[in-house]
């Protein structure tokens, strides 16, 4: 009777080693997702989806300039040479709608994305000449801010001290990512 009690008192744990297995545990995966940080994650996401939107709007009015010869926001007639045409202004800005709507009206951008790009809109900047366009947003994420790219101000000119200013949050000295 004995060698079978001790077989069985042998071949299990304690409830003592479970709670003390399941608290180190508890402890491993409240320090993992402090270290993921959720809303972190969240920016990271969102910033993703702007930067792509960032390129493509660069890209169709490019597309846009080879088709028709100028700007969607120059005139018919023509721009006149290295005149800013755009100065920082938010796509959300109605002209900016009106220059965005010709790029669409030649199939450079999908009819919907006005629609489908409302909530980013107010987030992303153009400057345009007769010949060159900038397109910024300011990246909310912290793995976003501290991107190589992100050294701008909102009108695509580098900034003096970039790798120091750029890393702060203060909005005096927000540092844009942008594609020109």
């Not at 004995?2 to 299990?12: D, H, S, V, W, Y």
């Not at 300039?65 to 202004?89: D, H, Q, R």
């Not at 199939?107 to 909530?119: A, D, P």
């Not at 890393?167 to 005096?172: E, G, P």
Request: aromatic share 8%; charged share 20%.
């Amino acid at each position: 009777m004995k060698a079978i009690q001790k077989r069985f008192t042998l071949k299990g744990f304690t409830l003592v080693e479970l709670l003390i297995v399941i608290a180190l545990l508890g402890a491993l995966a409240i320090g993992l997702i402090g270290a993921l940080d959720p809303f972190e994650q969240l920016k990271k996401g969102t910033d993703t989806g702007t930067r792509n939107s960032v390129s493509e709007i660069h890209s169709a009015v490019i597309r846009y300039y080879a088709l028709k010869g100028l700007m969607p926001w120059c005139p018919t007639t023509g721009c006149e040479l290295n005149k800013v045409y755009v100065a920082s202004a938010p796509l959300s800005d109605p002209a900016m709608l009106t220059y965005l709507g010709n790029v669409i009206a030649t199939g450079e951008l999908k009819s919907n994305f006005t629609t489908v790009q409302s909530g980013e809109l107010g987030k992303i900047f153009v400057t345009g000449t007769d010949a060159q366009v900038v397109v910024c947003y300011k990246p909310g994420s912290k793995s976003f801010r501290s991107d190589k790219n992100t050294k701008f101000d909102v009108a695509g000119v580098e900034k003096v001290n970039y790798a120091t200013v750029c890393k702060t949050d203060s909005d005096a000295n927000a540092c844009f990512w942008c594609v020109q």
